[in-house]
């Protein structure tokens, strides 16, 4: 048996009770011979795009045992279930029990970072520039680095 990770997305009106969510994933876990060794709410979120008419979801992060054959099983049991939007299952054999216990974002509290939008759809870290404005080369314009130069020496000589 092999250590995987789980990651789980539930439809947030099952998620409202965490007692649903653990008997959802207790089913799938003994569906598929699994030993579940961690269970805990991720966070919830608004997704970047609709899944199966949902537009918010709760993740749920697992740990579990289980050997790789029952993974598809798992799989197709997420896929059925009225409860799961999604899954996302990875091999976890490097991922200490240190590791399985350290917080997650629901468990931390807000976030602490200036101006970050808890709901946002964006990764941390990455923003969007409207200011400046998009220049896409066409066949005739000018590509190399000796006409970008020239053509700004030519800006600043009519000025």
Same mark, same amino acid.
């Given at each position: &048996?092999?250590?995987?990770e789980g990651m789980f997305l539930f439809d947030p009106t099952s998620a409202a009770d965490w007692s649903n969510v653990e008997a959802e994933i207790a089913r799938l876990m003994k569906r598929a011979g699994a030993?579940?060794?961690? %269970?805990?709410?991720?966070?919830?979120?608004?997704?970047?795009?609709? =899944?199966?008419?949902?537009?918010?979801?709760?993740?749920?992060?697992?740990?579990?045992?289980? #050997? !790789?054959?029952? =993974? %598809?099983? =798992?799989?197709?049991?997420?896929?059925?279930?009225? $409860?799961?939007?999604?899954?996302?299952?990875?091999?976890?054999?490097?991922?200490?029990?240190?590791? &399985? %216990?350290?917080?997650?974002?629901?468990?931390?509290?807000?976030? #602490?970072?200036?101006?970050?939008? $808890? @709901? %946002?759809?964006?990764?941390?870290?990455?923003?969007?520039?409207?200011?400046?404005?998009?220049?896409?080369?066409?066949?005739? @314009?000018? #590509?190399? !680095?000796?006409?970008?130069?020239?053509?700004?020496?030519?800006?600043?000589?009519?000025?």
């Amino acid at each position: &048996m092999r250590t995987y990770e789980g990651m789980f997305l539930f439809d947030p009106t099952s998620a409202a009770d965490w007692s649903n969510v653990e008997a959802e994933i207790a089913r799938l876990m003994k569906r598929a011979g699994a030993k579940l060794l961690v %269970s805990k709410k991720w966070d919830e979120r608004r997704l970047a795009y609709e =899944i199966k008419g949902r537009n918010r979801g709760c993740y749920v992060l697992t740990y579990f045992q289980a #050997s !790789p054959e029952k =993974i %598809s099983g =798992i799989e197709r049991d997420v896929h059925l279930s009225d $409860h799961v939007l999604r899954c996302l299952v990875l091999r976890a054999d490097h991922v200490t029990e240190e590791k &399985m %216990s350290e917080p997650t974002p629901a468990e931390a509290g807000p976030r #602490s970072v200036e101006g970050e939008d $808890h @709901d %946002s759809a964006e990764p941390a870290g990455r923003e969007r520039r409207r200011s400046e404005p998009r220049h896409r080369a066409g066949p005739n @314009d000018a #590509s190399g !680095p000796e006409e970008t130069q020239k053509a700004e020496a030519a800006a600043k000589t009519t000025e």
